[in-house]
Nanobody, 115 residues
C-alpha cells in the first residue's frame, strides 16, 4: 500500500486542522491505520489508531479529547481532525498502515501551531 498524507499547515493555537491520508490499492479495509508524529529533535510518537472497520479507536493521552481519528474505507482514506491545537502539537505527522506485522508509512505532512 502507498500512503499520501496531506492537510498540514500553519495555524494559531486554539485552531483546527484536518489531516488526510489517502491510500492506494483495493485492500485498504484490511489495514489497521494510525497517525504518528515527530517534532524536531524528538523521537517519533504515537498519536492515534483506528481498527479496520473504524469501530475502535485509541489515542495518546496528549491528544485525547482534542483529536479524532476516522476512516472511510469506500474512499481508501483516513482522517485526523485536530481541534484546540497547542504549540506542542507542532510536528511532522505521518500516517501508518499495518497488516500482518508489517508497517507502511506515508511521507508526512507538517503541522505548525503558533502561540
Amino acid at each position: 500500500v502507498q500512503l499520501q498524507a496531506s492537510g498540514g499547515g500553519l495555524v494559531q493555537a486554539g485552531g483546527s486542522l484536518r489531516l488526510r491520508c489517502a491510500a492506494s490499492g483495493r485492500t485498504f479495509s484490511t489495514y489497521i491505520m494510525g497517525w504518528f508524529r515527530q517534532a524536531p529533535g524528538k523521537e517519533q510518537e504515537f498519536v492515534a489508531v483506528i481498527s479496520r472497520s473504524g469501530a475502535d479507536t485509541s489515542y495518546a493521552d496528549s491528544v485525547m479529547g482534542r483529536f479524532t481519528i476516522s476512516r472511510d474505507n469506500a474512499k481508501n482514506t483516513m482522517y485526523l481532525q485536530m481541534n484546540s491545537l497547542k504549540p506542542e502539537d507542532t510536528s511532522v505527522y505521518y500516517c501508518n498502515a499495518r497488516r500482518m506485522g508489517i508497517d507502511y508509512w506515508g511521507q508526512g505532512t507538517l503541522v505548525t501551531v503558533s502561540s
